[in-house]
């Protein structure tokens, strides 16, 4: 058994009964299926999300596998993709407790219990609001190459997200007074339960990441000079290179393929 407690956690739940108290943890529930349930809810006064998982069956492991995905079995993955972030100063979540049990992978339970990101909008949203009212060059331009710096970090120290779409980043909205972005304002990625880590990221899902980030900002009014600043900054060649690159036409193809499979539902 791995039991992970911060201070002001560990004030609250003692380690020996800690599994039947998160077990138990009521709240808003924000997803409950596939033996996974996210809950939202206070302790002392303060805000904090859990992901419980009381083991996902051996029927949903083998559904997955034959599917040639790899299963969900417990809060570990996301709970490493955390650290790894932490580790490269990349903005995230914050870990408040984390507790895995059992060999079975079945039937392990685990749990992983994060602060609440207060005042926060996701990219996707305001990607929407820029329809109406867009952004000036230099914020879109700060915020174009933030995005490109995180995918950089974490696709070449090993790390693919899987779920690389711009409603798991957020941005603290202490920008939302004159709508500008800055050198400073924080992204937070988040949503890190499939998250992969290796020794080097396969360049599959190098494509996959940035063709799932590509398609989800379809809708946001970009031209093909901010597209290219992306790949600039992502892989520090000039426009030309990135422009004969096969790895951004791969990025084209796989954004067209998710638009392809929307479409067809």
Request: glycine share 4%; hydrophobic share 40%.
């Given at each position: 058994m791995t039991v992970y407690r911060r201070d002001d956690i560990a004030q609250q739940w003692p380690e020996a009964t800690i599994f039947a108290q998160v077990k138990a943890q009521q709240g808003e529930v924000f997803r409950s299926k596939e033996g996974r349930r996210t809950v939202q809810f206070r302790l002392a006064g303060k805000p904090y999300f859990l992901k419980y998982h009381a083991g996902v069956g051996w029927g949903e492991i083998v559904k997955n596998l034959v599917q040639l995905r790899l299963p969900i079995i417990s809060a570990k993955s996301e709970w490493q993709a955390i650290r790894f972030l932490e580790s490269h100063d990349l903005s995230?979540?914050?870990?408040?407790?984390?507790?895995?049990?059992?060999?079975?992978?079945?039937?392990?339970?685990?749990?992983?219990?994060?602060?609440?990101?207060?005042?926060?909008?996701?990219?996707?949203?305001?990607?929407?609001?820029?329809?109406?009212?867009?952004?000036?060059?230099?914020?879109?331009?700060?915020?174009?190459?933030?995005?490109?710096?995180?995918?950089?970090?974490?696709?070449?120290?090993?790390?693919?997200?899987?779920?690389?779409?711009?409603?798991?980043?957020?941005?603290?909205?202490?920008?939302?007074?004159?709508?500008?972005?800055?050198?400073?304002?924080?992204?937070?990625?988040?949503?890190l339960h499939r998250a992969q880590i290796r020794q080097q990221t396969p360049r599959r899902w190098q494509i996959k990441d940035l063709g799932s980030l590509y398609y989800s900002a379809s809708n946001i009014l970009l031209t093909q000079g901010d597209l290219l600043r992306f790949m600039v900054a992502y892989t520090g060649r000039s426009v030309r290179e990135v422009s004969a690159m096969s790895l951004w036409h791969a990025v084209i193809t796989r954004k067209q393929q998710l638009q392809q499979r929307e479409r067809h539902g």
């Open positions: 995230t979540l914050s870990i408040a407790a984390y507790g895995e049990r059992g060999w079975n992978p079945a039937k392990k339970s685990s749990f992983l219990v994060t602060d609440e990101l207060t005042r926060t909008m996701s990219l996707e949203h305001l990607g929407a609001q820029w329809r109406a009212s867009p952004p000036s060059f230099q914020t879109k331009k700060i915020l174009i190459e933030k995005l490109a710096s995180i995918a950089k970090v974490m696709h070449e120290n090993g790390m693919n997200h899987r779920d690389f779409y711009l409603c798991h980043f957020l941005l603290n909205e202490s920008f939302a007074e004159d709508n500008t972005i800055t050198a400073k304002t924080e992204l937070h990625l988040i949503d």
